[in-house]
């Protein structure tokens, strides 16, 4: 059973441009989150998915970031006119239902902004 | 809110010393409570959880038990290894609501041989 993917790993754009970030759960996961990790700092959470569902995204930034969990395909992450202070690893990670179950976390993916 | 507080860090071990990894949260109800490790250029990999006060989970070697009386979780193994050097992070997760994680500021930890 593979795990949490995650693509692509590295991620470099410019200022203004827009940065896609992919994540597929793991088989059989419904749930998926995302968080961001500034350097030297711990993860914090910005939004909570079920398939075609937004849950939660109290974490999100108002403006630039959207999310989406289709019916078909992975979870995405976009950041529209990315700034530096966007550079940060992204992770996502997966669980098969709410209510205590684990989250597993993919690699992440690591976007630096110019 | 919910926050978790882990002791600072950087940790310097020497091989087979004794570790301690302080972790305190403030919750409200019950958490389930998490310390995960990261090893460089990767992702958050579980290394053990609780979900209910007095619960101990163990993996591995490392050890920590939920404690509400202290509001604490605390990371222990008793003798570490060069592979064990990572960044550690305590979490804890919301039984209700979206069950987001809130974590730590996280503990790099270097061991030497």
């Known amino acids: 059973n593979a795990g949490v993917m995650q693509n692509p790993r590295h991620l470099v754009r410019r200022r203004g441009q827009e940065a896609r970030l992919r994540c597929s759960p793991m088989?059989?996961?419904?749930?998926v989150y995302w968080y961001r990790q500034l350097p030297e700092e711990g993860l914090k959470f910005m939004v909570y998915?079920?398939?075609?569902?937004?849950?939660?995204e109290s974490g999100m930034p108002k403006e630039r970031f959207s999310a989406e969990f289709p019916k078909e395909g992975p979870s995405i992450l976009r950041i529209q006119q990315v700034v530096r202070g966007d550079s940060a690893a992204y992770f996502c990670?997966?669980?098969?239902?709410?209510?205590?179950?684990?989250?597993?976390f993919g690699p992440g993916t690591r976007l630096l902004v110019l | 809110g919910n926050s978790v507080t882990q002791m600072e860090g950087p940790v310097t071990l020497s091989e087979e010393a004794f570790l301690t990894i302080n972790c305190t949260y403030t919750?409200?109800?019950?958490?389930?409570l998490f310390w995960y490790v990261q090893y460089p250029g990767e992702g958050l990999q579980l290394l053990l959880k609780?979900?209910?006060?007095?619960d101990k989970g163990s993996n591995k070697g490392f050890e920590a038990t939920y404690r509400k009386e202290t509001t604490s979780f605390h990371l222990e193994k008793g003798s570490v290894q060069v592979s064990d050097s990572a960044v550690y992070f305590c979490?804890?997760?919301?039984?209700?609501?979206?069950?987001?994680?809130?974590f730590g500021q996280g503990t790099r930890l270097t061991i030497n041989p």
């Open positions: 088989k059989g996961h419904s749930h």
């Open positions: 990670a997966s669980s098969p239902r709410d209510r205590g179950e684990t989250q597993y």
């Open positions: 919750a409200t109800g019950y958490p389930s």
């Open positions: 979490a804890l997760s919301d039984r209700v609501g979206a069950q987001k994680l809130v």
């Open positions: 609780a979900t209910k006060a007095d």
């Open positions: 998915l079920q398939k075609e569902n937004i849950i939660d």
